[in-house]
């Protein structure tokens, strides 16, 4: 079974930092791309980063340009998403989720699993 648990969300000023993780399991890890997206109070989930056995890939837009980093720690089958310089409009629940594919995709209808999520609120 595939299973997705993402944490590290939580309350933080504004120009403050975060990491997230995201723990993977049921699924061979080196294999399939896994991607962060986020999803703000009556918005549409937006896609931030994917990494897979070909590196990382960005779709984040201008507003997260340099202050997102995904990585990923193939012995502990987890993925990190590095946020610095968080502003509030970075206030979102942030979701880790894989295609079971090797590939990254930008759209979120083409991702199967998702973890939970996270709540990561900036305060002003």
């Known amino acids: 079974e595939v299973q997705l648990q993402a944490s590290g969300g939580g309350l933080v000023q504004a120009g403050g930092s975060l990491t997230l993780s995201c723990a993977a399991s049921?699924?061979?890890?080196?294999?399939?791309?896994v991607a962060w997206f986020r999803q703000a109070p009556g918005k549409g989930r937006e896609s931030i980063s994917c990494?897979?056995?070909?590196?990382?890939?960005?779709y984040h837009t201008d507003s997260m340009k340099g202050r997102f980093t995904i990585s990923s720690d193939n012995a502990k089958n987890t993925v990190y998403l590095q946020m610095n310089s968080l502003k509030s409009e970075d206030t979102a629940v942030y979701y880790c989720?894989?295609?079971?594919?090797?590939?990254?995709?930008?759209?979120?209808?083409?991702?199967?699993?998702w973890g939970q999520g996270t709540q990561v609120t900036v305060s002003s």
């Open positions: 990494i897979s056995n070909e590196g990382p890939t960005s």
């Open positions: 049921g699924f061979p890890f080196d294999d399939y791309a």
């Open positions: 989720t894989t295609g079971a594919s090797f590939r990254c995709y930008n759209d979120y209808v083409l991702y199967a699993y």
